[in-house]
């Protein structure tokens, strides 16, 4: 076929490889994923090639049939003798190629335009068709990296943080000592009844509905390993670890894309009906943006899982949105929180979710034996006493007035501007040529979070943690400067 489509010359070709028994919805959510790495439409897919031993593999004659292309498959000799940029010693030895879906997709003598990208049981790589070359891909078009996050902005020693949302002063003295206390009882393995319990009653459920988890970044794992949803569903910009997760886990995702221009929020029919299970945050990282229940509550359904990621929620005064309490909503509602904002805890990997009971014993089942420290546990137990929570409300107040001093001190600067309402402790701002702002502030001594590792964002994008005043003042001044 020739002629140019959609800017591409002739089209491209999609090396795969894969595992016996791969599913076809895995190839397909590996492909998609390439593809919007190399900035290629779809319909430019030519064919999809692999290893001969792999022609008849069901999960890759249904990806090519459901793009419309044909699968081909070439020998290992023939694979083995072609150069590629990422081999395996592994995948030599096993198929006797370095790499089949960089050789199947550079045979003949085309140029790679996305290199080997791995799922659970899939590999796929994609080139032009041998002869013809693609116009270069600009940044804004390629797949965002679902695996940067604020902590790589900070690793410069010396710069003031408004990257990582943790609270700053934290944890506090008094956690810091109940921690020190019980390094003298680490040789005893991790018991998590009294962890559990607290937290229970601490959102009024059962124990058998929490589950104590290594971070809330472990709860996605569990949820992309023991869910098999035919839907999925993420709500973006947001978190980018549930889709990763999912993604890993081959599980094809579709994306949801809150606009700026509503606010960034969640508007009738957003979600697709056909959504079996349906990620979304509040408030949202990075948005800040707080979803009222009802709004979330409309999204649940029998038959669909709606797994809400609530780790700012305690950064909003009086937790206003909180589904964590809320048992007898239509088909499963899961509720994640962290303990890693407000108390400082993001080394100790320590987090929650909670849900109904099957799911919980469900989830359990996936985790490894003794999945939390005993200090993680320690620390769930006491930041869910009252005494505790007093200490959070009235940090989520003063953040509150942190917060508004920030937006405040935004809206004298020109060019910046702030979609809906921030009520997390930090703040999205637009600004054209945010990437070279965001570097002249590094040069000037302050770490933001760049924005384009969301999906449905971008290079005018920035993340900004919420600061006391005096931090904020000066950050602002060195703003300006660099504007």
Known sequence: MSGAMDGVADGVVVGVGASTGVAEGEVLALIAEALAAAGVPAAAVRRLATVEQRHAEPGLLGAARVLGVPLVGHPAA????????????????????????????????????????????????????????LPAVPRSAAEPDLRHHGDAEVRVPGLVDLAVNVRTGTPPAWLRTALAEALGDLAAYPEQSAARAAVAARHGRPTAEVLLTAGAAEAFVLLARTLRPRHAVVVHPQFTEPEAALRDAGIAVRRVLLRPEDGFRLTPGAVPDEADLVVVGNPTNPTSILHPAAALTALTRPGRTLVVDEAFMDTAPGEPASLAAL?????????????????????????????????????????PLWPVSSLGLLAAELCSAPAALT??????????????????????????RVHGEPAASFALIHLPGAAQVRERLRVAGFAVRRGDTFPGLGQDWLRLAVRDRATVDAFIGALAAAL
């Open 78 to 133: 023939e694979l083995g003798a072609v150069a590629v940029p990422n081999p395996s010693t592994r995948v030599l030895a096993a198929t006797g190629t370095p790499s089949v879906a960089e050789a199947a997709a550079l045979l003949g003598g085309g140029e790679l335009l996305v290199g080997k990208r791995k799922s659970g049981r899939s590999t796929v790589a994609v080139a032009t068709l041998p002869g013809t070359t």
């Open 327 to 367: 048992r007898e909503l239509p088909g499963q509602v899961v509720v994640l929180r962290s303990l890693t904002k407000t108390w400082g805890l993001a080394g100790l990997r320590i987090g929650y979710l909670l849900g109904p009971a099957p799911l919980v014993a469900e989830l359990a089942q996936a985790q």
């Open 391 to 416: 200490e959070a409300e009235a940090a989520a107040e003063q953040l509150a007035e942190d917060r508004a001093h920030l937006l405040k001190r935004l809206a004298e600067l020109p060019g910046i």
